[in-house]
């Protein structure tokens, strides 16, 4: 009676104890419903014309003309997100900054350029002529910013600002804007915009 009761406790905690998360990907399955239905052991039968691809002797055994007509639809939507804020930059869950030195470390002949504090992981077409330039620079002659020892950025820039709404009282001045507008526009020709 004892065993029996703990073995139940153990199973019924076994059963609510979490278990651990992990990426499976997607199948697709392969080609022949017949081929499907016997679970993919259709390798010594093979007398469709699915025989071309599980076994093509199988063809040999085939007589008349045959027509086969198959498709798969796949319909996939796919989609991740880091819930919560980390450490290293709660404004930007997207791209944690180990991850970046990470990714410097491992390529010793780039350069890595940061924006702490801002809100969005990618700044480049920004406005901010710190990124821009340093990006602008590599890609008509491919020069890098130096790169600085260390397990840190290379560049500090400021980050992208927040987006203003339309119609917002605070609006750049004119020649500002059209500095701006030029060097985005260099960036974007290099960049085949």
Sequence with gaps: MHRTAAAG??????????GRARAGGFEIP?????ALGRGAAFVAKADDPTAIYWNPAGLARQRGTKLYVGANVYLHSFSFA???????DPNDAATPYPGSLEV???YPNSSLIS???GTTHAGSLSGVSCVDDKIADYLATGTL?????GNHSDVQCSPVPPPVPDGAAAQKSDSSAKAAQEKQSTLAQLLHF
Excluded at 30 to 34: A, K, L, P, R, V
Excluded at 82 to 88: H, L, Q, S, V
Aim: proline share 15%; glycine share 12%.
């Design 30 to 34: 392969d080609n022949g419903t017949q």
């Design 9 to 18: 406790v153990l199973i019924v905690l076994g059963l609510l104890s979490p």
């Design 145 to 149: 910013p130096k790169r600085l020892p």
């Design 104 to 106: 410097r470390k491992r």
């Design 82 to 88: 880091r819930i919560g804020n980390f450490p290293d």
């Design 115 to 117: 924006a702490p504090g």
